[in-house]
């Protein structure tokens, strides 16, 4: 079995058909899909589209590019009790992104502090995004004492010193279809450095799609791929790939109901 441990099937690209995507996803051996927050306008509808789903989890936070609007921003306490819900397996996603961000971002430095506060609150693990931020993500992941809650580095496309920092702290390492690229060859000698105990695969879906399907509209199905790809270049079969990953994802996400079988 494969989980993908990180996609958005909320989004129009896949809600309007999502039944035929889990289905191809269950043919594809995914036994199990994280639907991911990114805003709070989207979060009831979200949980109610997948809820209906034993096997499709959820979670709850403010993506680093939502844009920032002060009467609405959430504290540590409004999501805490967001995440309190036994529906929600994680706080996210949060994290920094100055790539896409620009300009004064404090703003998107306090989010982040209050998804770590909350998560810390409710003990389930956060989801982080970090693009263009490795130093100032990884400052606030230990200052803010972020192990307290664990995590997992979603969609992993930085450096070995930044997953060994992020690693130091318990966190897991999550690889997407950007594996696949050939462009990533600096991400597939951290691959191998990443202990198999605490790596995850996921599709960020409908984004970022692996080979053979780079451009195309990403889906839970496509996890098969990276798996694939991350299992040759370990040396393993597909077969051990997803038992690992999977006993990791549910390792880490204990609130997510593990599919019978």
Aim: proline fraction near 6%; glycine fraction near 8%; aromatic fraction near 8%.
């Amino acid at each position: 079995m494969l989980v993908d441990s990180h996609c958005h099937i909320d989004f129009p690209e896949l809600a309007g058909e999502l039944p035929l995507v889990l289905e191809r996803a269950r043919i594809a051996g995914v036994g199990y899909v994280l639907c991911v927050s990114v805003n709070l306008e989207d979060y009831p509808a979200m949980l109610t589209l997948t809820q209906d789903y034993e096997n499709v989890g959820a979670t709850v936070g403010v993506h680093p590019n939502t844009p920032y609007c002060p009467a609405n921003e959430p504290d540590a306490q409004f999501l805490s009790g967001l995440a309190a819900d036994a529906r929600v397996v994680g706080v996210g996603e949060t994290g920094l992104d100055y790539y896409r961000s620009k300009g004064e971002l404090t703003w998107q430095q306090d989010r982040f502090v209050h998804h770590i506060d909350a998560a810390k609150k409710v003990g389930k693990p956060l989801i982080i995004h970090s693009r263009a931020a490795r130093a100032d993500t990884i400052r606030l992941m230990r200052a803010e004492k972020a192990g307290d809650a664990g995590g997992v580095m979603h969609c992993f496309a930085e450096d070995w010193d930044t997953a060994r920092a992020a690693l130091d702290l318990g966190f897991f390492i999550s690889f997407s279809g950007i594996l696949t690229f050939k462009s990533a060859r600096e991400l597939r000698e951290v691959a191998l450095k990443v202990p198999r105990e605490r790596m995850l695969v996921e599709t960020d879906a409908p984004y970022l799609a692996p080979e053979p399907h780079r451009g195309k509209t990403n889906e839970p199905a496509f996890v098969s791929y990276t798996a694939k790809f991350l299992a040759d270049l370990l040396g393993l079969s597909l077969e051990e790939l997803g038992d690992i990953t999977t006993e990791n994802f549910f390792k880490l996400f204990s609130a997510a109901k593990r599919p019978p079988g």
